[in-house]
């Protein structure tokens, strides 16, 4: 986050999406008064105001926006200005039909919602970065613009196009990637299988859909291509921005969710100078508490430290097939789950209920029924604990594990034709997550390359099935100086091209890990094997298993039953000063939990604070106090060891505070000193 561009606003930022357009005027006073009362800061506008700003190419209406940023500033509520550019207006693809995007089958897709474009077209790119420069010429030296929301969700409904225009820039993107070396295009994608070789840049396309599966390394590269095409224009229009008024920091809402892999975020993090996120949770999800913790700890370690929430819900969603309402209490502590996560802003999809339009059912600050209802009440009594939070600000948290998360290897592992397509890393991430989430133990997430490892005693790698010599040689010397490594299964098997690396699984951590894998034995839905060794007793794992041979390593789990029995299934090996750990199958999850309990003690990491099972725990660290974070998730309420002053009721804690059911209590404790 650069040091000049900072939001500048006190406290805890709240707020929510403001679109005044979609109401009569008369309205907006009372969205003023009301929002004063519910404490709100600060509101995104703009975000879908194209058609209206720009009713025809080149000629502006900002006489609206004029008196909703007038009014706003009157209010003291400061605005998050969006530039419109996810919704295109209806004259934009009358005058560029190419514009459209064109999907994997071929099939034109047509204007009539939001994100209709191709991200490389160059019509597009010229009208959106003309409207955003329009818009910071207007508003850059207005007093209640204090943050640029630049589009919104990038690639959530345009991940890719497969149009002639972005086969080109695709070929363009490979050009560069390669050094204009088309022998080592063909090298990287190993070409000479299926008779793919290439002789003419011109011969690339994209991997539109064909008779059976499509190169992997091609379908790779294309994934990467996507997100790049759709980074530079976010950072066109940041640009833009910047030019007209460079100290105004700029952000677009991200989408680290469990429905999300588009984007490679570890390459957009360092172009934004806040990071934002929008997170929903899954009706379907049974413990969506989770989702929201492991969100937030991955926003604050691409941060590098506190970011802003700019969008959850206050109820149901819209779009999910089934959409939940939120039960008593669980809008307020989804929301302080994420301030303790590390979100400085806590910010809403929408402020008011729209009445007409594909959101219509979507909920809001203000809900169709008005402030007679339970959500305006417990939107005002959040503005008030966010107000009580404001010393939170800027603190971080402080984690003596890190998980390893990168998107090439993400997308590399859910790509066709793999030993198992029950394979999905974010499940198999999340699955490790949860018992150190559960115990109370801070995590931050890494790339596999990561220079800093050596600040944590424990790195955890649940799913690496692509690693770069870069990324397993950092992870190798983290472990030989002295830290504690482990892997899970199909982890190190291919190169940056997807390449298998040959001599024996797992890979590029055979040596590391002590042994040699000569063949894979995944499971099949609902197929099961019995474990033995130190797991409880009944243990069973599913999904995968692998015939382990030990090459230096001890066998510290073994396969009860199967074609397997009898051999090893968890391993440890003493590695240089360190120590790294295979878990060759997914344990159920009492045994993973048992399983991780070892390693960190192995590793000795324990708890971030002592607490009864169903409390999350959290501490955030300032530098003139720390603020610990306790959150109900039993709905029975219960007694946890703290000393302070609790800030959200203001009452002094001596010994234990009382967490009441499905509660929340913060309390600000004398820092402590972290090893």
């Known amino acids: 986050m650069s040091t000049q561009r900072r939001l500048r606003l006190p406290g805890i930022a709240y707020g929510g999406d403001y679109n005044p357009e979609q109401w009569p005027e008369e309205v907006w006073s009372e969205d003023m008064r009301l929002m004063r009362e519910a404490g709100v800061t600060m509101v995104s506008v703009g975000i879908f105001s194209w058609a209206l700003l720009e009713p025809s190419e080149g000629v502006y209406d900002f006489t609206r926006m004029d008196r909703i940023l007038d009014l706003l500033h009157e209010n003291g509520i400061a605005a998050d200005l969006a530039t419109p550019t996810a919704a295109p207006p209806a004259w934009f693809f009358k005058a560029y039909p190419e514009a459209l995007p064109v999907d994997q089958d071929g099939r034109r897709l047509w204007p009539g919602s939001r994100q209709t474009f191709c991200p490389s077209s160059p019509a597009y790119r010229r009208a959106a970065l003309r409207i955003a420069e329009a818009i910071a010429q207007?508003?850059?030296?207005?007093?209640?613009?204090a943050m640029w929301h630049v589009h919104n969700e990038y690639g959530c409904h345009n991940p890719a196009c497969y149009c002639d225009t972005s086969a080109a820039a695709f070929r363009t993107w490979l050009r560069a990637k390669y050094g204009d070396d088309l022998d080592g295009l063909n090298h990287a994608w190993g070409t000479t299988f299926w008779s793919q070789w290439y002789y003419d840049w011109d011969e690339?396309?994209?991997?539109?859909?064909?008779?059976?599966?499509?190169?992997?390394?091609?379908?790779?590269?294309?994934?990467?291509?996507?997100?790049?095409?759709?980074?530079?224009?976010?950072?066109a229009e940041r640009e833009v921005l910047r030019r007209v008024d460079p100290n105004i920091p700029a952000t677009t809402n991200l989408m680290v969710l469990r429905t999300f892999d588009a984007l490679d975020y570890w390459r957009w993090a360092p172009e934004l100078d806040i990071l934002s996120n929008d997170h929903y949770l899954m009706s379907d999800d049974p413990e969506a508490e989770l989702d929201i913790a492991l969100s937030g700890d991955l926003m604050r370690s691409l941060a590098g430290g506190p970011w802003f929430l700019m969008e959850h819900s206050t109820g149901a969603v819209n779009w999910q097939p089934v959409n939940r309402?939120?039960?008593?209490?669980?809008?307020?502590?989804?929301?302080?789950?994420?301030?303790?996560?590390?979100?400085?802003?806590?910010?809403?999809?929408?402020?008011?209920?729209?009445?007409?339009?594909?959101?219509?059912?979507?909920?809001?600050?203000?809900?169709?029924?008005?402030?007679?209802?339970?959500?305006?009440?417990?939107?005002?009594?959040?503005?008030?604990?966010?107000?009580?939070?404001?010393?939170?600000?800027?603190?971080?948290?402080?984690a003596q594990v890190a998980i390893v998360w990168d998107w090439d290897a993400r997308w590399a592992l859910e790509l066709p034709s793999q030993p198992s397509g029950e394979l999905?890393?974010?499940?198999?991430?999340?699955?490790?997550?949860?018992?150190?989430?559960?115990?109370?133990?801070?995590?931050?997430?890494?790339?596999?390359?990561?220079?800093?490892?050596?600040?944590?005693?424990?790195?955890?790698?649940?799913?690496?099935?692509?690693?770069?010599?870069?990324?397993?040689?950092?992870?190798?010397?983290?472990?030989?100086?002295?830290?504690?490594?482990?892997?899970?299964?199909?982890?190190?098997?291919?190169?940056?091209?997807?390449?298998?690396?040959?001599?024996?699984?797992?890979?590029?951590f055979r040596d590391?890990?002590?042994?040699?894998?000569?063949?894979?034995?995944?499971?099949?839905?609902?197929?099961?094997?019995?474990?033995?060794?130190?797991?409880?007793?009944?243990?069973?794992?599913?999904?995968?298993?692998?015939?382990?041979?030990?090459?230096?390593?001890?066998?510290?789990?073994?396969?009860?039953?199967?074609?397997?029995?009898g051999l090893p299934a968890v391993t440890r090996h003493a590695y240089g000063s360190g120590t790294a750990w295979y878990l060759a199958t997914h344990p159920d999850q009492d045994t993973l939990a048992t399983l991780l309990h070892r390693i960190r003690q192995d590793a000795d990491v324990a708890p971030e604070h002592q607490v009864p099972a169903g409390v999350e725990v959290v501490r955030r660290?300032?530098?003139?106090?720390?603020?610990?974070?306790?959150?109900?998730?039993?709905?029975?309420?219960?007694?946890?060891?703290?000393?302070?002053?609790?800030?959200?009721?203001?009452?002094?804690?001596t010994g234990t505070v009382f967490v009441p059911p499905g509660g929340v209590v913060v309390v600000r404790e004398p820092n402590r000193i972290t090893s």
């Open 204 to 235: 690339i396309l994209p991997p539109r859909v064909t008779a059976a599966p499509p190169n992997p390394t091609h379908q790779l590269d294309w994934r990467r291509f996507c997100s790049d095409e759709l980074l530079s224009l976010c950072t």
């Open 325 to 398: 309402a939120k039960g008593p209490g669980e809008m307020r502590r989804n929301a302080l789950s994420h301030v303790a996560h590390g979100a400085d802003g806590i910010a809403f999809f929408q402020w008011r209920a729209a009445k007409a339009g594909a959101e219509q059912w979507h909920s809001a600050m203000l809900p169709h029924a008005g402030t007679d209802s339970a959500i305006w009440q417990d939107v005002v009594r959040l503005g008030k604990d966010l107000k009580a939070l404001t010393e939170v600000r800027g603190s971080t948290v402080a």
């Open 424 to 508: 999905r890393y974010q499940d198999l991430v999340r699955d490790w997550y949860a018992p150190l989430w559960r115990a109370g133990v801070a995590v931050d997430f890494v790339r596999p390359d990561d220079p800093g490892l050596d600040r944590y005693k424990l790195v955890l790698a649940p799913s690496l099935y692509l690693v770069t010599n870069a990324g397993a040689d950092n992870l190798t010397a983290f472990t030989a100086g002295g830290g504690t490594l482990a892997v899970g299964f199909h982890s190190g098997m291919v190169d940056e091209n997807g390449h298998i690396r040959l001599g024996g699984y797992p890979g590029a």
């Open 621 to 653: 660290r300032g530098a003139e106090a720390d603020f610990l974070f306790l959150i109900d998730h039993t709905g029975k309420g219960t007694e946890a060891p703290a000393t302070g002053l609790e800030l959200l009721t203001g009452t002094a804690v």
């Open 512 to 565: 590391i890990l002590g042994i040699v894998t000569d063949e894979l034995f995944p499971l099949l839905p609902g197929e099961t094997t019995g474990l033995a060794g130190e797991v409880p007793p009944g243990a069973r794992a599913d999904l995968w298993s692998e015939r382990v041979r030990l090459a230096g390593a001890l066998a510290v789990v073994s396969y009860a039953d199967g074609p397997l029995t």
């Open 138 to 145: 207007r508003y850059a030296a207005h007093p209640a613009v």
